[in-house]
């Protein structure tokens, strides 16, 4: 149904984010703007849900004939127990981002691999490169699903080498920690940790001279908007790629889920970036 105005009535089909916290997310203002846009008679909530009602909340959405759902920290893997089916994708990256009711069926997959792919391919082609990702966490997981779907060569480091060989295993990449970065080539890299993130926006993962072997740096850290890494990348004159796409991305690939549509991604980042920069 097509309405002019975002007016909620009674045919608006609802989306929710599942997550704790969820009071600081920006998917209702990226959402609903796009929805409005399109003149879809959606909503999108947020419902802070907490971990011994995970099961409960999951049960609301077929109870209560949600339409789809974003799950977010720290529900991600929690949920899968009590969805119908769980794609591949989810599966392999080993937790659920997205939830579509397919008329009563809750079926679960993972679009954060879209989210860093699109962001990165906005810049610079993925196949055929070498990227080398830092960090070995639920994120990390997902950036190396995609850009092995996409073709391009993953060198996983972290700071725990253990994590860092479970992933390389897994995904069958070369693995390593944080000083083996002085020792390999890359042409692109990939910030997945948490250093850099406000209030510890002084710090970046790698130093100038180790990023300037580099032609691309994606950080998926966007508080701040450009991080400390982002600044040496510029200043190297390398690609840089800002972790807020990826969150755009990761929320464009599960809307068209949800609607069958193909939102204004443009229209969605300007609006998160407008929120950040007055509350940064
Ligand atoms: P997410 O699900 O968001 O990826 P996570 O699963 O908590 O988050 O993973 C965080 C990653 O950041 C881990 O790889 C962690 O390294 P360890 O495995 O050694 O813990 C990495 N990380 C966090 N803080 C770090 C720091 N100060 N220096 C280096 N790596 C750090």
Known sequence: MQLRENQINGSTQLIVLIGNP?????????????????????????????????????NGLRALNIKGANVTVPHKQAVIPFLDEVDETANIIGSVNTIINKNGK????????????????????????????VGAGGSS????????????????????????????????????????????????????????????????????????????????????????????GKKLNLKVVPGLKMLIYQGAGAFKLWTGQQPDTELMYQTALNYLQKEQ
């Open 141 to 232: 997981r997902a950036i190396i699903y995609g850009i092995k779907k996409r073709g391009g060569k993953v060198i996983v480091l972290n700071r725990t080498l253990s994590k860092a060989e479970e992933l390389g295993k897994l995904f069958q990449c070369d693995f390593g920690t944080l000083a083996d970065i002085d020792n390999i080539q890359g042409d692109i890299l990939i910030n997945t940790t948490s250093v850099g993130m406000t209030p510890n926006h002084q710090q970046s993962i790698v130093t100038e001279k180790q990023l300037a072997k580099f032609q691309c740096v994606f950080d998926i850290v966007y508080n701040p908007l450009e991080t400390q890494l982002l600044k040496l």
């Open 22 to 58: 969820v009071s600081h997310s920006m998917s209702p203002l990226m959402h609903n703007v796009a929805f409005k846009q399109l003149g879809l008679n959606y909503c999108y909530l947020c419902c802070q849900v907490f971990e011994n009602q995970v099961e409960a909340a999951v």
């Open 106 to 133: 809750l079926s679960g997959t993972n679009t954060d691999w879209i989210g860093a792919t699109d962001s990165l391919e906005e810049h610079i082609p993925i196949h055929g490169k070498t990227i080398i990702v």
